[in-house]
């Protein structure tokens, strides 16, 4: 229960780790440089292309879903591949972009993840109060 509650920080964690990366390179984005037609609107200059964001981010929440429930896992994981896809699809990211930010994403719900484990007695002690329906295992 404690490493599900703490997905969405894990993701936020990601994007600011993800973030912090895009302002190590200026990769302009396809719809820049290859001057193609896009689904997307192509952000303005200045908005980098690599490592991806939405990659990072839903790499972060299914690898944090997977190792939370494995079942739920099944159906995250896919789900974000498809998702990151889709950003080459649409013309927001060349396809190592994508790649980039799924490792970040991934890597860094790997490493928070297990650490979340460490908040299981908090959540115990919630549970002894009215704010049990906030974390009532099912």
Known sequence: MAAAL????VVVTAFLVNDLAKTLFDEPRPCHTLHAV???VCP????WSFPGNHSALVAAAAVALLLCDRQLGR?????ALLMAASRVWVGAHYPHDVAAGLIVGALVARGLTPLARRAAPAVDRIR???LRPLVAAR
């Open 75 to 79: 159906i995250a994981v896919p789900a």
């Open 44 to 47: 303005g200059p200045g908005d």
């Open 38 to 40: 896009t689904i997307e």
């Open 128 to 130: 002894a109060t009215r």
């Open 6 to 9: 703490a997905t969405p920080v």
